[in-house]
């Protein structure tokens, strides 16, 4: 059973305009969110955190936003640039569980030049 | 400072042999985990460490063992490969409440 949730596969966007990325979760005790980008034939790198405590944190270009009420989390990407373009992963893990998190499935984000 | 380094990088194997992925960290990191991916199927625990000598099992642990003599290492073994097991196999190491560090994967193919 996912409890993590990136119903969409794929995603177009213009190169200057907003990416926006999408995830669900089932999973009422986690309490901490990231989102990791993977290239091909690379391992995911961390791009941005979120703790349960805040719904918004920023980073340069990248802002996520958490909704608890809703267990939904987004990743903005403002302005996107084509060497955005990659697979994104968001993550979420609960209190002791060894740190373990869960991934969604992937968004092959696509920014044309 | 390589950060995670996982070997081999590929490998085709037979059905019904065995193997052992070897992952390193270099980062003194207390845990670590080693995760498949899979078309459609994200990221998906196999088994994962909190400290040297400690295990334990993740979402998908069927089929594979592990061992953490020392903190740096995490070994992944295959005792019996099936075709099932072909996919993309990624370590990674943390410290306590933070991300992951991943390693480039190992790609491995069962025929």
């Known amino acids: 059973d996912q409890q993590v949730k990136q119903n969409s596969p794929s995603l177009s966007v213009q190169e200057g305009r907003i990416s926006i990325l999408n995830c669900d979760y089932t999973?009422?005790?986690?309490?901490?969110f990231l989102w990791y980008k993977k290239y091909p034939a690379e391992g995911p790198t961390f791009l941005i955190s979120?703790?349960?405590?805040?719904d918004k944190n920023e980073d340069g270009r990248f802002t996520v936003f958490l909704n608890k009420s809703a267990k939904h989390l987004s990743l903005h990407i403002v302005p996107s640039q084509p060497g955005d373009s990659a697979v994104y992963f968001c993550?979420?893990?609960?209190?002791?569980?060894?740190?373990?998190?869960?991934f969604g499935t992937g968004t092959s984000l696509t920014v044309i030049p | 400072n390589a950060g995670v380094t996982q070997t081999p990088k590929f490998r085709v194997l037979k059905t019904g042999q065995s193997m052992t992925l070897l992952c390193a960290q270099d980062?003194?990191?207390?845990?670590m985990y080693w995760y498949r991916q899979d078309p459609g199927m994200g990221l998906r625990l196999i088994h994962y460490?909190?400290?040297?000598?400690?295990?334990a099992k993740g979402e998908v642990p069927d089929g594979y063992n592990v061992s953490r003599l020392k903190k740096q290492n995490f070994l992944l073994g295959l005792e019996s490969a099936a075709p099932s097991q072909t996919s993309v196999y990624f370590c990674?190491?943390?410290?306590?409440?933070?991300?992951?560090?991943f390693g480039s994967g190992t790609r491995l193919t069962v025929v």
């Open positions: 460490s909190v400290g040297e000598g400690t295990t």
């Open positions: 990674a190491s943390s410290f306590k409440g933070y991300g992951y560090t």
């Open positions: 979120i703790s349960s405590i805040k």
């Open positions: 993550a979420a893990s609960a209190p002791n569980t060894g740190n373990q998190f869960y």
């Open positions: 980062m003194n990191h207390e845990y």
């Open positions: 999973n009422s005790m986690f309490d901490y």
